[in-house]
Nanobody, 126 residues
Framework: QVQLVESGGGLVQAGGALRLSCAAS????????MGWFRQAPGKERELVAIISRGGTYATYADSVKGRFTISRDNAKNTVDLQMNNLKPEDTATYYCAARGGTRYSVSYHASDYDYWGQGTQVTVSS
């Protein structure tokens, strides 16, 4: 059974930082892109950051560039999201996602990701 389990969410004041972690089990994702998406109430799920299978390529939503950093450890089958200088508009449920099987290329679309975590809530107070 494939599982992605996020941790590290919480309540933080504006300007603060959080680090989200996602641990995968049941299959290795070392050959697949992984990413973080978020969804705020009443809004569609949006891409936050994605990282290539080798970790050499990463891309970010414009709204988080310069503040968030995605990283992965293929030996541990994990992907992290370091979030600095958080803003109230970053408040959302954050989801870890991974492409599976032979889908090796990076995609910016949530519909192209095969596996999802249950989500972790991030709340930024002003």
């Amino acid at each position: 059974q494939v599982q992605l389990v996020e941790s590290g969410g919480g309540l933080v004041q504006a300007g603060g930082a959080l680090r989200l972690s996602c641990a995968a089990s049941g299959v290795t994702f070392r050959h697949n892109p992984m990413g973080w998406f978020r969804q705020a109430p009443g809004k569609e799920r949006e891409l936050v950051a994605i990282i290539s299978r080798g970790g050499t390529y990463a891309t970010y939503a414009d709204s988080v560039k310069g503040r968030f950093t995605i990283s992965r450890d293929n030996a541990k089958n994990t992907v992290d999201l370091q979030m600095n200088n958080l803003k109230p508009e970053d408040t959302a449920t954050y989801y870890c996602a991974a492409r599976g099987g032979t889908r090796y290329s990076v995609s910016y679309h949530a519909s192209d990701y095969d596996y999802w975590g249950q989500g972790t809530q991030v709340t930024v107070s002003s």
